[in-house]
């Protein structure tokens, strides 16, 4: 069973450029979890969608900002991109949350990221 | 705001030696997840704890949910070089409105010297 792909594995970009970076989760996984890992640091928690919603969002500015399409994969927009933006960008799937709160979240599977390096 | 303290931050042992990470939270917790991620790798789902005060083991591995499910740990007896890495918490709490957030540690990163 193929694992959670994304694409590109590396993105080159200069400041005040877009990017897109794309997932694309475990079959039969609807929710998606984007991730900025910066070098040296910790996951710093991005985005979560789950069956096309978006269920919560860190503390990002709104240039940040993704989707879920009808078939789970997710795309990250970062419009405006600045120097602090360079990081590997991971996403992760999990199977859908139950909705009753709680005792129901499962393992999130991680892709291999996407290593973004703004100039 | 509501966040997730992980200390320490950095950790170097002998090997044999036993290590510990802790993960707080200024707010009840769900659950928390357990991630390892190797030196140029992508996090790995290690375990979940649920319920108040579960303890649960893995070979050398052990993993406490507080009772208040406000904190958590992870215990690595006789450290092995293997074990190197960062070792992140992620812990689900639901807000005051009733929407869930996702809270991650900032990871213990730990080196084992053989």
């Known amino acids: 069973e193929a694992g959670v792909t994304q694409s590109p594995t590396h993105l080159i970009k200069t400041r005040g450029q877009q990017a897109t970076l794309r997932c694309s989760p475990i079959?039969?996984?609807?929710?998606v979890y984007w991730y900025q890992q910066a070098l040296g640091l910790g996951l710093q928690f991005l985005l979560w969608?789950?069956?096309?919603?978006?269920?919560n969002r860190g503390n990002f500015p709104p240039r940040f900002s993704g989707r879920q399409f009808p078939n789970y994969s997710s795309e990250l927009n970062v419009n405006a991109l600045e120097l602090e933006d360079s990081a590997l960008y991971l996403c992760?799937?999990?199977?859908?949350?139950?909705?009753?709160?709680?005792?129901?979240?499962?393992?999130?599977?991680f892709g291999p990221g996407t290593r973004l390096t703004v100039l | 705001g509501q966040q997730v303290m992980q200390i320490p931050q950095y950790q170097h042992v002998q090997e044999g030696e036993d290590f510990t990470t802790y993960c707080n939270s200024s707010?009840?917790?769900?659950?928390i997840q357990w991630y390892k991620q190797r030196p140029g790798g992508h996090p790995v789902f290690l375990i979940q704890?649920?319920?108040?005060?579960e303890v649960k083991k893995q070979k050398r591995l052990t993993f406490q949910f507080g009772e208040a499910k406000k904190n958590s740990s992870l215990h690595i007896t006789a450290t092995q070089t293997t074990d190197v890495g960062t070792y992140f918490c992620?812990?689900?709490?639901?807000?005051?409105?009733?929407?869930?957030?996702?809270?991650f540690g900032k990871g213990t990163k730990l080196t084992v010297n053989p």
């Open positions: 992760a799937s999990s199977l859908s949350i139950s909705g009753s709160g709680g005792s129901d979240y499962n393992e999130q599977f």
């Open positions: 079959s039969g996984h609807t929710s």
């Open positions: 969608y789950d069956e096309g919603e978006e269920r």
């Open positions: 707010t009840t917790l769900s659950n």
């Open positions: 704890l649920v319920k108040s005060g």
């Open positions: 992620a812990g689900f709490l639901i807000t005051q409105g009733g929407s869930e957030k996702l809270v």
